[in-house]
T-cell receptor, first 114, second 114 residues
Framework: DSGVTQTPKHLITATGQRVTLRCSPRSGDLSVYWYQQSLDQGLQFLIQYYNGEERAKGNILERFSAQQFPDLHSELNLSSLELGDSALYFC?????????????FGPGTRLLVL | EDKVVQSPLSLVVHEGDTVTLNCSYEVTNFRSLLWYKQEKKAPTFLFMLTSSGIEKKSGRLSSILDKKELFSILNITATQTGDSAIYLCAVTPQPGGSQGNLIFGKGTKLSVKP
């Protein structure tokens, strides 16, 4: 158990809908990362937050957005869902935002878009 | 374009065998390379290798980083069925050192047969 929690574990929804994934980082960690893992693309970095501020952006679609709240939990919002958005979404956290900080991954949210 | 390539994609061995997993990378400004083990869900951290730490060992697992040739290997000796997993290699590519997002390879799926 990494100490990172994610809810829900599974989510099934329809195309065109909007969902919100939630992540609570490890106690004391200030930086949160979101990743998407699909069968054909592998793990892809989406976005990073540090202490409430956006720090880095990766391959995140415009239909997706995220935020980190004052209590440091983060939410990833996915809208106008498409079949191709079906994937495992991971949240990771680290104490600091730098590249030499180990990231600890949560259990993931499996999203299925029908 | 920054990329991480792992080989082989899949490997089947018997208990007691020694395996070597490969990871090569091309990044704009290398800062660190990480190895993760992914079993059923979340990747779990194994090693981080940086300029100041190019060789790491933990029990039957060890890893080295060759910054000149731009690759890393993960070695597992006396494999056990519990080593069966997908092994992921990731690098942090951003210049400036302020961001920690990871670029992952597609992984090596290791299956250890009794």
């Amino acid at each position: 158990d990494s100490g990172v929690t994610q809810t829900p574990k599974h989510l099934i929804t329809a195309t065109g809908q909007r969902v919100t994934l939630r992540c609570s980082p490890r106690s004391g960690d200030l930086s949160v990362y979101w990743y998407q893992q699909s069968l054909d693309q592998g793990l892809q970095f989406l976005i990073q937050y540090y202490n409430g501020e956006e720090r880095a952006k990766g391959n995140i679609l415009e239909r997706f957005s995220a935020q980190q709240f004052p209590d440091l939990h983060s939410e990833l919002n996915l809208s106008s869902l498409e079949l191709g958005d079906s994937a495992l979404y991971f949240c990771a956290s680290s104490l600091d935002p730098g590249p030499e900080e180990t990231q600890y991954f949560g259990p993931g949210t499996r999203l299925l878009v029908l | 374009e920054d990329k991480v390539v792992q080989s082989p994609l899949s490997l089947v061995v018997h208990e007691g065998d020694t395996v070597t997993l490969n990871c090569s990378y091309e990044v704009t400004n290398f800062r660190s390379l990480l190895w993760y083990k992914q079993e059923k869900k979340a990747p779990t951290f194994l090693f981080m290798l940086t300029s100041s730490g190019i060789e790491k060992k933990s029990g039957r697992l060890s890893s080295i980083l060759d910054k000149k040739e731009l690759f890393s290997i993960l070695n597992i000796t006396a494999t056990q069925t519990g080593d069966s997993a997908i092994y992921l290699c990731a690098v942090t590519p951003q210049p400036g050192g302020s961001q920690g997002n990871l670029i992952f390879g597609k992984g090596t799926k290791l299956s250890v047969k009794p």
